[in-house]
């Protein structure tokens, strides 16, 4: 015979089951885990699309060094119905894992290996899953971003292979309703523009002659006495040599050059003028500025050719061009071939009467790119 507290304990299971039962009945999980798809100008698709930014890799290139991004569009979601349940798209990182790493798997390209992200940023375990983006229960749509970091390209152990390599993505996207068990294959990445990779026995590097081991500094050789009897300064220049080194010996057909500075988006400054400071001055106020010119020999055409601020020029050799080649030493890599293109800072004829005295600084960056190699294997 059950006395009371045995007859209390037993009722009480029997509520606590019946209250697990009647939750689970209170929603439905639709089958196949698509009724949540990439909105694709109002059609629906299940994939993503993201573009490749990387940069060239040399065999010098030390173990562990990013190369490279995979970096996600802007896309649109929708969801048929509100459920109440999260919807989560994910990315399984498909890939055995390099020695040493287990959240960098290999890639089609010995040396170089992919480090998927998760909605956190954190690596994602190879042959493992982690979501990148969610939609909330019971909404019926959402977007991510363009420029999201979907993965990472690392330099790893392994002889780089020199040329240009496609660069192929094994990971698969799939979708799945949180607390659902089951995730359900709902496309691929879809590539948006090239998927080359360019590799190089060396890194490319720019040499200063007159600076082999430091960044070199150039005075503008402004009037020192901004307020002497002087109402303007004459136009002045200064050259400095400079030479690009591709990573082997200018074999490439192009190059991109862009120079820039911080004086992007200061309001009443020519776009195509560089600018230089007051020690302790506002940027904001003309009379701590001074701008000057820049331009550089065209290897190309063997002329000079002036640069705008933050604008890329390109010059493209071809298979008649004769490249005008240097033979220096540079640091790290000895005897090799560079390309010329020596750079000169001009400063125009200005009223400096309204100028502050001080001293005026300021830095000139140089991005050099090499591209398109002779050669695809060596």
């Given at each position: 015979?059950?006395?009371?507290?045995?007859?209390?304990?037993l009722?009480a299971?029997?509520?606590?089951?019946?209250?697990?039962?009647?939750?689970?009945?209170?929603?439905?999980?639709?089958a196949?885990?698509?009724?949540?798809?990439?909105?694709?100008n109002?059609?629906?698709?299940y994939?993503?699309?993201?573009?490749?930014d990387?940069?060239?890799v040399?065999l010098s290139?030390?173990n562990?060094?990013q190369?490279?991004?995979?970096?996600?569009?802007?896309?649109n979601?929708?969801c048929?119905?509100?459920?109440?349940?999260?919807?989560?798209?994910q990315?399984?990182?498909?890939g055995?894992?390099?020695?040493?790493?287990?959240?960098?798997?290999?890639t089609?390209?010995?040396?170089?290996?992919i480090?998927?992200?998760?909605a956190?940023?954190?690596?994602?375990i190879?042959?493992?899953r982690?979501?990148?983006f969610?939609?909330p229960?019971?909404h019926?749509?959402?977007s991510?971003?363009?420029?999201?970091?979907?993965a990472?390209l690392?330099?790893?152990?392994?002889?780089?292979?020199y040329?240009?390599f496609?660069?192929?993505?094994?990971?698969?996207?799939?979708?799945?309703?949180?607390?659902?068990t089951?995730s359900?294959d709902w496309?691929?990445?879809?590539?948006?523009g090239?998927n080359m990779?360019?590799?190089?026995p060396?890194?490319?590097?720019?040499?200063?002659p007159?600076?082999?081991?430091?960044?070199?500094?150039?005075?503008?050789n402004?009037?020192?006495?901004l307020?002497?009897?002087?109402?303007?300064?004459t136009?002045?220049s200064?050259?400095?040599d400079?030479c690009?080194?591709?990573g082997d010996?200018?074999?490439?057909?192009?190059?991109?050059?862009t120079f820039?500075?911080?004086a992007?988006?200061?309001?009443?400054?020519?776009?195509?003028?560089?600018s230089?400071?007051?020690?302790g001055?506002?940027?904001?106020?003309?009379k701590d500025?001074?701008?000057?010119?820049?331009s550089?020999?065209?290897p190309v055409?063997?002329s000079?050719e002036?640069?705008?601020?933050g604008?890329?020029t390109?010059w493209?050799?071809?298979?008649?061009?004769?490249k005008?080649t240097?033979?220096?030493?540079?640091?790290?890599?000895g005897?090799?071939?560079?390309?010329?293109a020596?750079?000169?800072?001009?400063?125009?004829s200005?009223?400096?009467?309204g100028?502050?005295?001080?001293?005026?600084?300021?830095?000139?960056?140089v991005i050099?790119?090499?591209?398109?190699?002779?050669?695809?294997?060596?």
């Open positions: 015979m059950l006395n009371r507290s045995n007859v209390f304990s009722l299971r029997c509520c606590l089951m019946y209250f697990l039962l009647f939750s689970i009945k209170s929603y439905a999980i639709p196949g885990n698509l009724s949540c798809y990439a909105d694709v109002g059609q629906p698709s994939s993503l699309g993201y573009t490749l990387a940069v060239n040399s290139t030390p562990g060094t190369v490279g991004k995979i970096i996600s569009k802007f896309q979601f929708s048929a119905a509100a459920y109440n349940q999260d919807w989560y798209l990315i399984y990182a498909l055995s894992p390099v020695p040493g790493y287990a959240n960098v798997c290999r089609n390209i010995n040396g170089i290996g480090q998927y992200l998760d956190e940023g954190q690596p994602i190879c042959n493992a982690g979501y990148i969610s939609i229960k019971f019926l749509s959402g991510l971003r363009e420029g999201t970091v979907l990472r690392i330099r790893v152990n392994g002889d780089i292979p040329g240009s496609p660069l192929n993505i094994s990971a698969i996207l799939q979708a799945y309703f949180y607390g659902y089951n359900t496309g691929t990445l879809q590539l948006q090239s990779i360019y590799t190089t060396n890194l490319p590097q720019i040499y200063f007159t600076s082999p081991t430091s960044t070199p500094i150039i005075d503008l402004i009037d020192n006495n307020h002497g009897t002087k109402a303007s300064s136009p002045r200064q050259n400095l400079m690009l080194f591709d010996n200018s074999s490439s057909s192009n190059i991109t050059l820039s500075d911080d992007a988006g200061i309001t009443g400054k020519a776009p195509d003028n560089f230089i400071f007051r020690n001055g506002s940027r904001s106020d003309i500025r001074l701008d000057y010119l820049v550089v020999l065209n055409t063997g000079q002036q640069v705008k601020n604008v890329a390109y493209s050799f071809g298979s008649s061009t004769k005008p240097r033979q220096v030493v540079l640091p790290g890599v005897l090799a071939l560079c390309i010329p020596p750079i000169t800072i001009s400063t125009p200005m009223d400096i009467s100028k502050s005295s001080g001293h005026y600084t300021g830095v000139l960056r050099y790119t090499p591209s398109t190699y002779a050669a695809s294997s060596k």
